[in-house]
Structures are given as C-alpha cells and as structure tokens.
C-alpha cells in the first residue's frame, strides 16, 4: 500500500465527488457506495475511466444483509429510515419532497467488512446518508482506528422519526478520539418568519460536521507510517477551513522531532501530497497577511522550519503557487 495515497469513503455519492474530494491534485482511491441503482448505475458510468473510483451499489450499515430504502418524491432523500411527514422539514420546507415513490430491497454492507476484505483503511469518511449514519459509523469500529478525519451531515430535526445528530456527537467524541472542528453553518437557518434581523436567524435543521482525530492518537511510534498521516491531516484541516489547526499540524508534528528530516526527503522526491501541503500553507498564510501581521511573521517562520526555503514573498508567491500548481496538475 501507498502511504502517501490518500484513500476515501464516499458515503452517498448519488452525484459524485463531494467537495472535499474533487481537486484533489494528489494520488488518492475513492470508494464511493450508492444504493440507489439508476444513480450508481450513473456513477459507474460517469467514473468507467477512472480506476481510482470504485462504485460499489449497496448501503452502508451496521450489519451486513439487505435493507429496504424508501425512494422519496426527492430522489436525493432517499433513505433507509421512515420519514416523518409532520417534520418541520417535510410539512413546511420542502412538503412536495418526502412522499415515498416506491420501496426497494437492497444489499448493505459494513464499512469494516468491506475494507477488511481489501486490506485497506480509509484516511477520510464522508457520510451523508439520510438518517442512517451512525448505523454505518457503528459498522465501522474496527477502520475508525485508523480514519484520521470524516464529514458527516448531522441532522437536528425529527426528519426521520428520531433526531440523530446527538447521537452522532457522542459516538465520535466520547466513544472515539475526534474532535469537532467545524460546522457548515453560518448562523442562518430556515427561518420561521421574514421578520427576523440582522445575519442568524431560524431553525437548525441540520448541517455538515467536519470531523478530525486527535493528533496524540494518530502518533504510532513509527514515523514512516505517522508522517503521510500527519500530512493528510493537515491537508483535510486546510481544505476544511481549519488552517489554524493545520498549521498547528505543520508545526508539531511536521517540522518538529524526527519527521522533520523524513518531511524533507519527501519534498525533495517532490511527492505530490508533500507539495499539494506546502502549496495549502502558502495559500494560508497569504490570506492572513494583511489582517494579522504577527501572525504572517510566523507563518513565514514556520515555512522556513517546514519546508527548508525563505518564505517567497511578493511576486516570487506567484511564482511558487503557480510553479507548485503546475508541478501538481501535471503529476
């Protein structure tokens, strides 16, 4: 196995590579489960060229077997719970959306079973499966030892009959080393009347949750392994908008102790995830410049440790990302 490529479980894939995965400009295998069969038939057809995207279409749960999905007026609602027509979401929001259309028996599986029959682990899980997640989080005990990140669509409204974000959070957070870092909510949710002030308003209904694990559990005692982890991770936290954890990343366990030599040997191979971080961090603290000054000054300080070259300010910036970015898209 290829521990700089970066493997990924895309759970819901209905209309292919979320964001989280697509530019991606480093080596990475995308295992992508959708059971609704016109759209995994879609995917499959969409990806034919693609060998590093794997259609498999079956659900995932908790127990390996069979499943029946409701296929909703929504196709992209489709789920294996019952919706709950008097919900908030479904009698005000979107009423013309949750009418079950027909009932289909489908296979699922577990994300252990699967990944245990390839011989792999997955670095990033993204769920987003219509109520059932942690069904299939449950299912996944054994790879969840090794996912250094997830995004997890959390739903905080009885949509399903049950609310399921809670359980979610205590499942991750106090059952399994992660940590919260962000939410895709801004403040705004469906508001339950036009007379509301300013920018937060309305009901939560629900949101993505990006998800990281806690540094002192990635550490194995093995830097060859731990190295490209750390360096996934700090990827995830930069294309998540968690830069500062990022470089928190970059700085404790990249440039500092054993890895830094390792960190080194991998840029100079010009290892494309070593690069895709060093192009991230440029980016990063380019934005920061002009609004923190101190912290720019150790942004640039922390490139210099990391990445063994004076931070290239002014046009030699351009010159780097554009070299970096092309160096990227060519590989």
């Known amino acids: 196995?290829?521990?700089?490529?970066?493997?990924?479980?895309?759970?819901?894939?209905?209309?292919?590579?979320?964001?989280?995965?697509?530019?991606?400009?480093?080596?990475?295998?995308?295992?992508?489960?959708?059971?609704?069969?016109?759209?995994?038939?879609?995917?499959?057809?969409?990806?034919?060229?693609?060998?590093?995207?794997v259609v498999n279409g079956v659900a995932l749960s908790d127990t390996p077997g069979t499943i029946e999905l409701n296929v909703l007026g929504h196709r992209g609602m489709?789920?294996?719970?019952?919706?709950?027509?008097?919900?908030?979401?479904?009698?005000?929001?979107?009423?013309?959306?949750?009418?079950?259309?027909?009932?289909?028996?489908?296979?699922c599986t577990t994300l252990d079973r699967?990944?245990?029959?390839?011989?792999?682990s997955p670095d990033f899980i993204k769920l987003d499966?219509?109520?059932?997640?942690?069904?299939?989080?449950?299912?996944?005990?054994?790879?969840?030892?090794?996912?250094?990140?997830?995004?997890?669509?959390?739903v905080f409204s009885d949509v399903f009959g049950h609310v399921p974000a809670p359980q979610i959070l205590e499942f991750l957070l106090n059952e399994h080393p992660f940590m919260l870092v962000n939410l895709d909510y801004d403040g705004r949710g469906y508001p339950m009347s036009s007379m509301q002030p300013g920018d937060r308003f309305g009901v939560v209904v629900g949101c993505e949750a990006f998800f990281v694990r806690k540094p002192e559990a990635v550490a194995s005692g093995n830097d060859e392994v731990d190295l490209p982890r750390f360096v996934k991770l700090a990827?995830?936290?930069?294309?998540?908008r968690a830069g500062d954890l990022a470089c928190r990343i970059v700085e404790h366990e990249i440039a500092g102790g054993g890895r830094r030599d390792a960190f080194a040997a991998a840029?100079?191979?010009?290892?494309?995830?070593?690069?895709?971080?060093?192009?991230?961090?440029?980016?990063?603290?380019?934005?920061?410049?002009?609004?923190?000054?101190?912290?720019?000054?150790?942004a640039a300080a922390l490139y210099q440790a990391a990445f063994g070259a004076a931070y290239p300010d002014r046009e030699r910036f351009f010159r780097r990302t554009d070299e970096l970015s092309r160096l990227l898209s060519s590989g």
Do not use: C
Request: net charge negative; hydrophobic share 40%.
């Open 1 to 53: 196995m290829d521990l700089w490529k970066t493997v990924f479980v895309d759970g819901g894939a209905r209309y292919g590579l979320h964001p989280t995965m697509a530019d991606y400009p480093a080596p990475k295998r995308v295992h992508a489960f959708e059971p609704d069969p016109g759209e995994s038939a879609y995917l499959a057809e969409k990806y034919a060229g693609d060998g590093d995207y």
């Open 78 to 107: 489709s789920t294996t719970r019952t919706p709950n027509a008097e919900s908030l979401w479904l009698r005000d929001i979107r009423p013309d959306e949750g009418a079950v259309q027909e009932k289909l028996e489908i296979e």
């Open 267 to 298: 840029l100079k191979k010009d290892v494309p995830l070593a690069r895709y971080l060093e192009l991230l961090f440029l980016r990063h603290a380019h934005r920061i410049k002009n609004v923190n000054p101190d912290a720019f000054s150790a």
């Open 129 to 154: 499966i219509e109520g059932h997640e942690l069904a299939a989080l449950k299912g996944a005990e054994t790879v969840l030892g090794d996912t250094l990140a997830l995004n997890i669509e959390l």
């Open 114 to 120: 699967y990944f245990a029959a390839i011989d792999v």
């Open 235 to 240: 990827v995830f936290a930069f294309r998540n």
